[in-house]
């Protein structure tokens, strides 16, 4: 007899893995699939980082390292916060972790309590509300527009802070929507966060390097909130490190130290060499990535061209990341050959199972009006994918 735990009963599967697993799924039957649902750069590690790993394994360093991760990498972080965002991290406020996914996990699980609040903007990230549940907290969902670029306003967060409310979490550049806070707004939003002394704010930067207009703000750089305000950054989506699994945090040394403490007993430190990889990767100048970024550009123009065109589809500029956001309400209700489109994640599978492209479903973000499609894929592939989903959009009916 099987018989799960109520913590599995009650968490959902991850909507990105899983369109992810079904594609493979369908690719191994021979069916041509476009994958645009994983958050994944397609372009391989830099040279230079993969030259790193291979001095550290010619090094021998394949043995444990420091549960919070090796002094150099945490010292060569720091300079990073320093340089890039004039935030102030020592070595013994940084840990180390198996991607942002644990970091912030960590983070979590470090301050949340049963039955406490935590505040999510939405569209968010799908873990956030996940690993909320897990630590025992309650997921609550600020809901944003595409008209305001899906950013909450310090007047929309006080709306929704009570005696409960114990920490916000949200990303900027934004995955899945794209937006990217202004340092005018971010300062805007800590006059909030500055009043309720009992609220922490995770503040998810991942996307950091990947931002077309902007110049990055960090929350943390405001001084008044800095002692509440966790900085969560990697080397995954920056720097083409996705299977390297590295990310860590800058926070006030007592959460660190609780991190450090939650992370000992479930995984200790990530793997040495990716350490050093990354060691590679912070100390860099940023501009080493640049024809990335300049790449992922030319794709978003290109998407977002051809998504304003579709009846029914209504899109924003997103000014950061990897990802479309559009909204797609004006398609629910519309009917095919084979059923009718009630939500977004019908609308994915129809897209999935009849223009074979994947993509995900609003749902899973905390805002079912809309789709994510990640143009973190060749020209050639978007393209097609494009011409897919055009012919598919058009083929419904009222």
């Given at each position: 007899m099987e018989k799960t735990s109520a913590l599995i009963n009650r968490l959902s599967e991850s909507a990105t893995l899983a369109m992810a697993r079904m594609t493979r799924e369908l690719k191994a039957k021979g069916i041509d699939i476009i994958g645009l649902s994983l958050g994944e750069p397609d372009f391989d590690t830099p040279e230079f980082i993969k030259d790193a790993a291979k001095q550290a394994i010619d090094d021998n360093f394949s043995h444990y390292t420091p549960v919070n991760g090796l002094q150099s990498l945490r010292d060569a972080i720091s300079k990073k916060f320093k340089r890039d965002n004039d935030?102030?991290?020592?070595?013994?406020?940084?840990?180390?972790?198996?991607?942002?996914?644990?970091?912030?996990?960590?983070?979590?699980?470090?301050?949340?309590?049963?039955?406490?609040?935590?505040?999510l903007p939405a569209p968010y990230w799908v873990s956030y509300s996940e690993i909320v549940k897990v630590a025992g907290g309650i997921p609550v969902i600020i809901e944003t527009s595409i008209e305001d670029d899906?950013?909450?306003?310090?007047?929309?967060?006080?709306?929704?802070?009570?005696?409960?409310?114990?920490?916000?979490i949200y990303s900027s550049p934004c995955n899945p929507s794209g937006s990217v806070y202004t340092g005018k707004e971010l300062s805007d939003l800590s006059e909030v966060i500055e009043k309720h002394e009992q609220l922490f704010v995770i503040s998810d930067e991942i996307y950091e390097l990947i931002n077309y207009q902007s110049v990055h703000a960090s929350l943390a750089h405001n001084k008044s909130i800095y002692?509440?305000?966790?900085?969560?950054?990697?080397?995954?989506?920056?720097?083409?490190?996705?299977?390297?699994?590295?990310?860590?945090?800058?926070?006030?040394?007592?959460?660190?130290?609780?991190?450090?403490?939650?992370?000992?007993?479930?995984?200790?430190?990530?793997?040495?060499?990716?350490?050093?990889?990354?060691?590679?990767?912070?100390?860099?100048?940023?501009?080493?990535?640049?024809?990335?970024?300049?790449a992922f550009k030319q794709r978003r123009d290109y998407v977002l061209g051809?998504?304003?065109?579709?009846?029914?589809?209504?899109?924003?500029?997103?000014?950061?990341?990897?990802?479309?956001?559009?909204?797609?309400?004006?398609?629910?209700?519309?009917?095919?050959?084979?059923g009718s489109i009630?939500?977004?994640?019908?609308?994915?599978?129809?897209?999935?199972?009849?223009?074979?492209?994947?993509?995900?479903?609003?749902?899973?973000?905390?805002?079912?009006?809309?789709?994510?499609?990640?143009?973190?894929?060749?020209?050639?592939?978007?393209?097609?994918?494009?011409?897919?989903?055009?012919?598919?959009?058009?083929?419904?009916?009222?």
């Open positions: 935030l102030d991290y020592s070595a013994d406020q940084i840990v180390v972790s198996t991607g942002a996914k644990q970091s912030i996990a960590n983070v979590v699980l470090s301050l949340v309590s049963e039955g406490d609040e935590v505040l899906f950013k909450i306003t310090p007047a929309l967060l006080e709306k929704h802070i009570n005696d409960r409310t114990k920490m916000i002692d509440r305000v966790i900085t969560v950054n990697g080397v995954s989506k920056g720097f083409a490190m996705t299977g390297w699994r590295l990310g860590y945090i800058g926070a006030p040394k007592w959460i660190a130290d609780a991190c450090n403490k939650i992370q000992g007993q479930f995984t200790s430190a990530p793997c040495a060499v990716s350490q050093k990889a990354a060691e590679a990767a912070v100390l860099a100048n940023p501009d080493q990535v640049r024809y990335m970024i300049d051809r998504l304003e065109a579709m009846p029914g589809v209504k899109i924003n500029t997103p000014e950061g990341a990897f990802y479309a956001f559009p909204d797609i309400s004006a398609l629910l209700g519309k009917t095919w050959s084979g009630e939500n977004s994640q019908d609308l994915a599978m129809y897209f999935l199972e009849e223009a074979h492209v994947a993509v995900v479903a609003g749902e899973a973000f905390g805002d079912p009006n809309g789709l994510r499609i990640s143009y973190a894929a060749s020209m050639e592939d978007l393209e097609k994918a494009m011409d897919r989903i055009e012919k598919a959009v058009k083929a419904l009916t009222d």
